[in-house]
């Protein structure tokens, strides 16, 4: 069971990665470049809620606290909130948005994904759950970028496809 829960705490957000751009390439073309601009955008929200987050709220690593040894070496830092967890949700929500079932599942290998953390002994469930809350409001506010400047998307793929 520790194997299982190492290797889902260190290697789920690249299969999520992985599946995401799978997601991507299935995409219809007119649809790629908002699928893309949504998880760009996404990530690098994450990349800033999570530091803002951090910034506001102090958590120590529960192998800190608890004196327990963790499956996963870790820095002893901020465990507040999961990184990994955040850009795992915001990556599914974002695929969720153009393929329903794919996003859906990877919404779940998310949700595992801060679970096998905390089992890990690297990450309390605030932390997770906070992630995930994060990663689900930057998917949201990369999707609306992304649907904002769709428009111009088709107007450049529509000159682009008329010239060649």
């Excluded at 393929?99 to 990877?106: I, K, V």
């Excluded at 890990?120 to 605030?126: E, G, K, L």
Aim: net charge positive.
């Amino acid at each position: 069971m520790d194997l299982l829960t190492r290797l889902v705490a260190n290697f789920a957000l690249y299969a999520v990665g992985l599946a995401a751009v799978g997601a991507w390439l299935r995409t219809p073309r007119p649809q790629k470049p908002a699928f893309a601009v949504a998880g760009v955008v996404a990530a690098a929200l994450v990349a800033v809620g999570v530091k803002v987050a951090g910034a506001i709220w102090t958590d120590p690593r529960p192998f800190v606290v608890d004196h327990t040894v963790p499956l996963i070496k870790h820095s002893v830092d901020n465990g507040f909130p999961s990184d990994h967890t955040a850009l795992a949700a915001a990556v599914a929500a974002v695929v969720l948005l153009w393929h329903r079932r794919t996003g859906a599942a990877l919404l779940v290998v998310a949700a595992l994904l801060g679970a096998s953390r905390v089992a890990a002994h690297v990450h309390h469930w605030p932390d997770v759950f906070t992630g995930f809350a994060i990663g689900l409001v930057c998917a949201a506010l990369g999707a609306l970028v992304a649907r904002a400047l769709a428009p111009r998307f088709s107007r450049a793929l529509e000159r682009r496809e008329g010239t060649v």
